[in-house]
């Protein structure tokens, strides 16, 4: 029996976020430039947005570009831009025919004028679509999320718009760039390597991680299937005991 046929329709994850990483070392493991790893990576964005759209997960997180990644070899950033300008557009009609909205966290004024002109437009021309959002965090770093939210909370506070005493983590989630978007219930990541890296830290307080040893190239509808599965298998306690959970 396929993976898909084990998964249980409801009882699926409504946000799944996803660190694509290994594009580079894929590449390498060809004899070809990383750059090569980033394109063939796109083809896994397009699967997992399919599989996610047809299983009916409501929002997939893919933290596409972070703020420590303008450290790489310029060339390299240079391509990146571009692969995602390239990609928007060619993948936008597409988006809009298959109901899947398009949204992205992160700075994105301080993205490459560009970049950020086919980011907006593709966020336009999806923005009534309701299948699917496909979330691209882009110059995107948690710490620096949760820094802009408490800048502007304390703002909020100053003019007497918010009182301190009203702070909970409620409202703190709310100066978020994920306000309107539910906790995500499932983190995958790709590559093997076993660490969080500066994404979604305050959202990602209960979700179930998962760490896959295979390069995000590789990863196909079949594997995230297999995640579900597996999410699905785990015991979501939240603080309580599982006697609790069963009575």
């Given at each position: 029996m396929s993976f898909f046929d084990q998964i249980d329709k409801s009882r699926l994850p409504k946000h799944v976020a996803v660190i694509m990483d290994g594009n580079g070392r894929w590449a390498k493991a060809k004899?070809?430039?990383?750059?090569?790893?980033?394109?063939?990576?796109?083809?896994?964005?397009k699967l997992?947005?399919?599989?996610?759209?047809?299983?009916?997960v409501d929002h997939i997180t893919l933290?596409?570009?972070s703020t420590e990644?303008?450290?790489?070899?310029?060339?390299?950033?240079?391509?990146?831009?571009?692969?995602?300008?390239?990609?928007?557009?060619?993948?936008?009609?597409?988006?809009?025919?298959n109901n899947i909205k398009l949204n992205a966290i992160g700075?994105?004024?301080?993205?490459?004028?560009?970049?950020?002109?086919?980011l907006k437009e593709g966020i336009e021309k999806t923005k009534n679509n309701s299948r699917l959002t496909l979330n691209l965090a882009l110059n995107y770093?948690?710490?620096?999320?949760i820094t802009e939210a408490a800048k502007r909370m304390a703002i909020d506070v100053k003019n007497n718009v918010l009182s301190p005493e009203d702070i909970t983590d409620h409202v703190f989630s709310t100066y978020l760039k994920t306000k309107d978007i539910p906790d995500p219930e499932l983190l995958i990541r790709t590559s093997g390597e076993k660490r969080i890296s500066n994404f979604l830290l305050w959202q990602l307080a209960y979700t179930e991680l998962m760490f896959l040893?295979?390069?995000?190239?590789?990863?196909?509808?079949?594997?995230?299937?297999?995640?579900i599965v597996h999410?699905?298998?785990?015991?979501?306690?939240?603080?309580?005991?599982?006697e609790q959970l069963k009575s």
């Open positions: 004899n070809m430039p990383r750059v090569f790893g980033h394109r063939s990576g796109v083809k896994s964005v997992i947005s399919e599989a996610a759209a047809e299983l009916g933290y596409a570009f990644n303008w450290k790489r070899p310029a060339f390299e950033v240079n391509a990146l831009m571009t692969l995602l300008v390239d990609t928007v557009r060619k993948e936008l009609n597409s988006l809009h025919e700075d994105i004024e301080s993205l490459p004028e560009a970049t950020k002109k086919a770093s948690s710490r620096w999320e040893d295979m390069y995000w190239p590789d990863f196909n509808k079949e594997t995230f299937y297999e995640a999410f699905q298998q785990r015991e979501r306690r939240f603080g309580k005991t599982g």
